[in-house]
């Protein structure tokens, strides 16, 4: 609960000093601001990494987590606004198209290492699969990394004048804008010493909310999925989601649609990409070979999303569908079993050895017909 205000006050002072800047580098930089609270978490969770890798299964969880949550929550939550007041919201399909197809991109990127291991997996050497995926992670950072530069480039070089365009026109729509005028602003020098000792709160709160996951595992029965897929995102993103709800319930499509979507690129090109990368120069086995289960959500999310995108406008039908998938996905991971041994399920039982108690039960089963016959 104690990083919720400090990230808002990450998001308030990102979004001063984001209206003294051109409109296009504003956004980004805002959108990157907001993001700084994902990087020290996982940067946080990487320092703190065991023998047994269980902070890099729920930074795993928390990069799709955070990907699917401003997909599906928080886009979903800005058309569902929206759409209270109008029967339609329209967007522009610069934003809309360059952000889908980057996701899709992303997607890919993402879903190859698990794709070679579930084709691989039983004809090779556990510990030569290991290594090959970790080779491949890193490659797929690599690229994914430099695919993010293209994709900032384009938006701040390139095509920047677009950009421009669309954001003053849709500036020019918000209902606000008056008197949002009207409001007293931060200089340059406190938006700086606003960041300066947010930062600081956040990392301290990183520190402690890692050290009180083995709590929140053992004790009280959070599995590492729900963990890192749900409550972690929601904590680091509240705040810029509910600036892009505002400039929703504004009339401010193509703001929101620039924040949502450029924020998740950024976790799924940029933070993911930094955070092997990081592990690469820390010695730390941090690789991209997410869960069969995970990588089908992501596709998935990206896919129904693609799809509400796709004709440029919006409604709260639509958003209420996109909130209604990610409240199945919370169910779901809530009873997905815990990989860590001597971990409780949701419901108080014991989840380890779980696979070795099947087997187990299946060898028993086996000698019982064997013993008949």
């Not at 980004?28 to 703190?48: A, C, Q």
Request: with cysteine.
């Amino acid at each position: 609960i104690a990083i919720i205000p400090t990230a808002n006050l990450i998001g308030f002072a990102g979004q001063e000093i984001a209206r003294k800047l051109p409109k296009v580098f504003g956004v980004v930089l805002e959108t990157l601001l907001g993001s700084i609270v994902e990087i020290v978490l996982f940067m946080v969770l990487l320092h703190n990494n065991g023998e047994d890798d269980d902070n890099i299964r729920v930074i795993q969880a928390a990069i799709l987590g955070s990907i699917l949550a401003n997909l599906l929550l928080c886009l979903g939550s800005c058309f569902f606004v929206g759409g209270l007041k109008r029967d339609e919201q329209c967007f522009d399909e610069a934003i809309s198209e360059v952000g889908s197809g980057l996701l899709l991109v992303a997607g890919f990127g993402l879903s190859i290492p698990c794709a070679f291991s579930t084709a691989l997996g039983s004809s090779i050497d556990r510990d030569v699969m290991e290594y090959k995926i970790l080779k491949i992670s890193r490659a797929t950072a690599l690229i994914l990394l430099g695919a993010f530069l293209v994709y900032v480039y384009f938006q701040l070089r390139s095509h920047h004048s677009i950009y421009d365009d669309i954001l003053e026109k849709d500036e020019a729509r918000d209902e606000d804008r008056e008197r949002d005028l009207k409001k007293s602003k931060l200089t340059f020098t406190e938006c700086i010493i606003a960041l300066v000792i947010a930062l600081t709160c956040v990392s301290l709160h990183a520190v402690f909310l890692v050290q009180n996951i083995e709590y929140l595992v053992h004790e009280r029965g959070i599995s590492d999925m729900f963990l890192g897929l749900i409550l972690v995102p929601l904590v680091e993103k509240l705040a810029e989601h509910l600036t892009a709800i505002d400039e929703a319930w504004d009339n401010q499509m193509n703001f929101a649609l620039a924040h949502v979507l450029g924020a998740t690129v950024q976790t799924a090109l940029l933070n993911s990409s930094l955070v092997v990368i990081v592990a690469w120069g820390l010695g730390k086995n941090m690789d991209l070979d997410f869960e069969i289960f995970q990588v089908i959500l992501l596709i998935l999310a990206i896919l129904v999303v693609g799809n509400f995108l796709r004709d440029g406008k919006s409604n709260y039908l639509e958003g209420a569908l996109c909130v209604m998938v990610y409240a199945i996905i919370a169910v779901t991971t809530w009873y997905y079993p815990n990989s860590r041994p001597g971990a409780t399920d949701a419901l108080g039982g014991i989840e380890s050895n779980t696979t070795d108690s099947a087997f187990e039960t299946h060898r028993g089963l086996l000698s019982h017909i064997d013993h008949r016959h």
